[in-house]
């Protein structure tokens, strides 16, 4: 019980921190493109990339499984947006926006797996060697 209580309190942070990041990237950038879902993406995965590997036995930051969950599962799960990115894509496409709707595609795919490899590495090099 208490595992699914640390995913759900993530998730609410993580969901929590979406809605204000995405206001916030709407207001900087508007509303034409999805900056935010793609913003959001890209940072939810450098830091799923960084838990795995600083969070791991060895790693800088060393945690137990609850604190994995609630991070990993809890709050990247509730703060990146596959499913928002999925909508806007098609209302892209809906609206004959093929460019945009493959530069979003495009930048999504690519700089989500940059982000998880960017973070997964900066977390390998937080572990002390020797």
């Known amino acids: 019980m208490q595992t699914y209580l640390l995913i759900g309190l993530g998730g609410a942070l993580g969901s929590i921190a979406r809605h204000w990041c995405n206001g916030a990237v709407a207001a900087l950038m508007g509303v034409s493109f999805p900056w935010g879902t793609l913003i959001i993406n890209v940072l939810g995965s450098m830091i799923i990339g960084f ?6 036995d060895g790693g800088f930051l060393p945690a137990n499984d609850g604190t994995r969950l609630f991070l990993m599962v809890g ?22 926006q093929w460019l945009p709707a493959a530069g979003n595609i495009g930048l999504s795919v690519l700089l989500c797996i940059a982000g998880a490899w960017i973070g997964y590495m900066a977390g390998l090099a937080l572990v002390p060697s020797g």
């Open 51 to 56: 838990a795995a590997a600083a969070m791991r």
């Open 75 to 96: 709050f990247c799960g509730g703060y990146t947006t596959f499913s928002a990115f999925s909508l806007q894509t098609l209302t892209l496409l809906q609206g004959g």
